[in-house]
């Protein structure tokens, strides 16, 4: 099946740094979003993108939709411990079923 | 508090003996989805429903079943469980198509190992 190409896979920072992740696809979709995982937890909403071009922060998260409708980006400054966990992008079509395609997920880990 | 329930949340079977997982959402939702986690493939989609009564396949439907005869549940059945099914597996919600039919709120997670 489809899937996204999510990079990087891991990334080990130091707390207060700021963070950068993407997600990139062969097909062009018409909703971005982005998900955060923690340990023994479902996935949790943090940004949906539903333009091309879109930018929204979500406190210090913020999220865009790339022009192109093949990429989107996740940056959240100022890292902070409880930053940890995987994140995951997913991109879904026009055709309203519900379906998402989801990214293999980043792992986070934020050194105090 | 708004939620999506599922159980149970850790499950050891065998190969053939069939079980179901429930899921239960209180937010009146109308769409409602089962994923499995396994590790490098992020979460793909078994089955979905958009509403009671209506359901469909998704990506990696083989060896499942679902049914929607209440709107607040979706349990997952597996008739006869092979290992190539052990996996994470996540139940999801939202509004539908009226209220934001991709913005789905995740259960906890069932991980369930077939011996």
């Known amino acids: 099946g489809q899937q996204l190409n999510q990079s990087p896979q891991s990334m080990f920072i130091q707390e207060g740094e700021d963070v950068s992740m993407n997600c990139t696809s062969s097909?062009?979709?018409?909703?971005w979003l982005w998900y955060k995982q923690d340990p023994g937890e479902g996935p949790v909403l943090l940004i949906a993108?539903?333009?091309?071009?879109e930018l929204t922060s979500n406190g210090r998260l913020t999220a865009q939709f790339g022009i192109t409708r093949k990429d989107s980006f996740l940056n959240i400054s100022a890292s902070i411990p409880s930053d940890v966990g995987i994140y995951f992008c997913?991109?879904?079509?026009?055709?309203?079923?519900?379906?998402?395609?989801f990214g293999q997920g980043t792992t986070l880990q934020v050194k105090p | 508090e708004a939620q999506v329930t599922q159980n149970p949340r850790y499950l050891i079977t065998v190969t053939g003996k069939k079980l179901t997982v429930t899921c239960s959402q209180n937010?009146?939702?109308?769409?409602m989805s089962w994923y499995r986690q396994d590790p490098g493939l992020g979460l793909r989609q078994i089955y979905y429903?958009?509403?009671?009564?209506?359901?469909d396949k998704g990506d990696v439907p083989e060896g499942y079943k679902v049914s929607r005869k209440e709107k607040r549940n979706f349990p997952l059945i597996l008739e006869s469980p092979s290992p190539n099914q052990t996996s994470l597996y996540f139940c999801?919600?939202?509004?539908?198509?009226?209220?934001?039919?991709?913005?789905?709120?995740f259960g906890p997670g069932t991980r369930l190992t077939v011996l």
């Open positions: 999801a919600s939202s509004a539908g198509l009226a209220g934001g039919v991709y913005e789905q709120f």
């Open positions: 097909s062009i979709f018409n909703t």
């Open positions: 993108l539903y333009k091309a071009g």
């Open positions: 997913a991109g879904a079509f026009l055709s309203n079923t519900g379906k998402l395609i």
């Open positions: 937010m009146n939702h109308e769409y």
């Open positions: 429903s958009m509403n009671v009564e209506v359901t």
